[in-house]
């Protein structure tokens, strides 16, 4: 399943459409049950006090596919991601069955359920201004007489360019949401809706058969120009308006998406179409399994996500002989793996690659409200001096994070920046600093990350950080290798420290900054120590530097940096470790490798000054 995850839910809205008492009730007591405040909408009413912006707020249609499109109207200017119940009969868009709600609903609270964000079209001209998740349409005005003509003329551009003049009656122009509406019955092609942002030009009862549809880019600007009046419709008529002779009005991709959550318990999209229209290619009730992933076959794990943390071995499981402290991987000038990192066997690679496909989900997920509040920071709170701040992003991206990460692993430990720790030290912990980089993130600069580190007994042996500014993913499973957004990253051989480019993190009195700046090429101080050691890891930067860190800063950058084949020691040049046990802080010099010595050596020059001035 595509998309990113739905993590958090405080209150749920409801549109009911009419006989819908029983799929309420089952709503009204699973919400009671878990403290979930609803309220509840009839269709066709506008939604006014029960929704407050501050909330994680989930909307709910209970109806058909027309119900579904009224939420739509509802819910996506907000924002709010939407479920749809079916209680209709032939419904592409409401997918969740009423006897299922209660379980899929379950999937949404605990961090499993997805949204797909859906590419919608917008309309706009002197008599209208709406939005249409399906299709709007521009067609002819019924004739008083049957007999009369039903043919109109319009004429098309596309970013100026002339299309031509289509004659029949009308156009279509379709969402991938709608290509299995109006559209399809015109003969234009079902697109399959997920990441999908394209729109689609249908013409409706051509009589020019070469005419085809034509299929168009979400920030293409398509203008029709009527040649006689014309009834205009959005989503099936949920907006109409008549259209005079001449009048031209623009067609292109709304900005705002629709949020639509998907479970484990729709249909899936291809069997929908398959049973809906009756397709003859597909043996709907004997279908071949799906393929499952090789993850998915070594967990065990069926279509309706069960737990995985059976798969994951618990602290009995563990190796005790590992220590609990963090071991160095690749100590000064090697990229030899210590007896302490766990073998990454095939058992292993398996868990720990799923363990990286949760983490990345939970960033992504994360990653949704930090762009939103980017730069909109109206609260800061202070903890232990000016520097060191708190937002309210930093508390909803640890919230999403840990509520995916506690449903999948419930038995694993979780040490977070922002809340109280739960160290397993003998078994399986998460490492989280859910915004690394505050300080920018408030001051709008868009250097900031979301960090998540796997420990296993201690050592990190997998690492997510994702750049929700840019949507680069970088991430690493010990020993295997490193990624950006999928592709292998590694280190430079650079071994000239004239010719480096150093990063410094914190760097208090300004002793790596002033004792490298003239040896370098240049000397950069970014703001998010994570993102620090994965510019390391991808080689656009040679070496960076931490005067002290907290576990949570560093280690998902760590095994990262690490797997692209970095070193990284303290600043004397041993082992670096961290405790998750205590507040110490770490000292963290990361290199390429052949730089190492150099930068030791002048750093201990640096180091030596600084205690001799004092
Ligand atoms: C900070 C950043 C910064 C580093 C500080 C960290 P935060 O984390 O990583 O680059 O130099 O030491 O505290 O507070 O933004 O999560
Ligand atoms: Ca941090
Ligand atoms: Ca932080």
């Not at 993913?473 to 592709?487: C, K, M, Q, T, Y």
């Amino acid at each position: 399943m595509q998309g990113r995850r739905l993590a958090t839910t405080d209150e749920i809205i409801a549109i009911v459409s009419p006989n819908s008492d029983d799929v309420v009730a089952g709503l009204e007591s699973w919400t009671t049950e878990r403290d979930i405040t609803l309220s509840t909408v009839d269709v066709g009413d506008e939604i006014g006090e029960q929704y407050d912006p501050n909330r994680a707020t989930l909307g709910i249609t209970i109806g058909g596919d027309g119900t579904f499109l009224e939420g739509i109207k509802t819910f996506a200017p907000r924002n709010v991601p939407q479920l749809g119940v079916n209680t209709g009969t032939l419904s592409f868009l409401a997918r969740v069955e009423p006897e299922d709600l209660n379980a899929a609903l379950d999937e949404v609270v605990r961090g499993r359920a997805k949204v797909d964000s859906r590419q919608q079209v917008a309309v706009t001209g002197s008599s209208v201004d709406a939005t249409g998740i399906n299709d709007v349409t521009v067609e002819h005005v019924p004739p008083e007489n049957p007999v009369d003509s039903k043919v109109t003329q319009l004429d098309v551009y596309a970013d100026d360019e002339y299309v031509g003049e289509f004659e029949g009656t009308g156009l279509a122009v379709s969402t991938p949401t709608g290509s299995t509406g109006i559209s399809l019955s015109a003969n234009g092609p079902i697109h399959y809706p997920v990441d999908n942002h394209t729109l689609q030009l249908v013409p409706l009862h051509t009589h020019q058969l070469g005419v085809r549809p034509i299929v168009v880019s979400p920030s293409t600007e398509l203008r029709i120009v009527t040649r006689g009046p014309a009834t205009l419709l959005v989503d099936g008529g949920r907006t109409h308006t008549r259209l005079e002779t001449g009048e031209s009005v623009l067609l292109t991709g709304a900005d705002r998406l629709a949020h639509v959550v998907r479970t484990s318990y729709d249909d899936h999209f291809f069997t929908a179409i398959a049973k809906k229209l009756g397709w003859g290619i597909r043996a709907v009730d004997d279908q071949p399994p799906t393929p499952r992933s090789e993850t998915e076959r070594a967990l065990g794990s069926g279509s309706h996500a069960g737990t995985i943390s059976s798969a994951i071995p618990t602290a009995t499981d563990a190796d005790p002989a590992k220590s609990s402290s963090v071991a160095d991987a690749g100590e000064t000038g090697s990229r030899s793996a210590s007896p302490a990192v766990p073998s990454t066997g095939r058992d292993d690679r398996t868990t720990l690659e799923y363990a990286r496909t949760v983490a990345t989900e939970a960033a992504e997920a994360a990653g949704e409200p930090l762009r939103e509040l980017h730069g909109q920071v109206d609260s800061i709170t202070v903890k232990s001096d000016k520097s060191d701040i708190v937002t309210e992003a930093d508390h909803q991206a640890n919230r999403i994070i840990t509520t995916v990460i506690d449903n999948e692993f419930p038995e694993h430990g979780i040490v977070s920046e922002e809340q109280p720790r739960r160290n397993r030290a003998d078994g399986y912990t998460w490492v989280i600093d859910p915004l690394d980089g505050t300080g920018n993130f408030a001051h709008g600069n868009p250097n900031y990350s979301v960090s998540i580190a796997l420990l296993d007994c201690g050592t990190p042996v997998m690492g997510v950080v994702y750049v929700p500014e840019t949507d680069e993913l970088f991430s690493a499973i010990a020993e295997v290798g490193a990624r950006r957004d999928g592709d292998p990253i590694e280190t430079t051989d650079r071994d000239r420290l004239d010719e480096s480019m150093l990063i410094s993190g914190y760097d208090p009195d300004g002793t790596f900054l002033s004792h490298f700046y003239q040896e370098s090429r240049g000397v950069r101080r970014l703001g998010s120590a994570a993102l620090n050691l994965c510019y390391l890891a991808s080689g656009s930067a040679d070496a960076t530097w931490e005067h002290d860190t907290h576990p949570w800063d560093i280690a998902a950058g760590l095994v990262i940096a690490r797997a692209a084949g970095a070193t990284i020691t303290d600043e004397r040049g041993e082992p670096f470790t961290f405790e998750l046990e205590t507040d110490d802080r770490t000292a963290l010099l990361g290199s390429n490798g052949p730089l190492h010595p150099a930068l030791l050596g002048h750093l201990k020059t640096g180091l030596s000054d600084r205690g001799a001035d004092r």
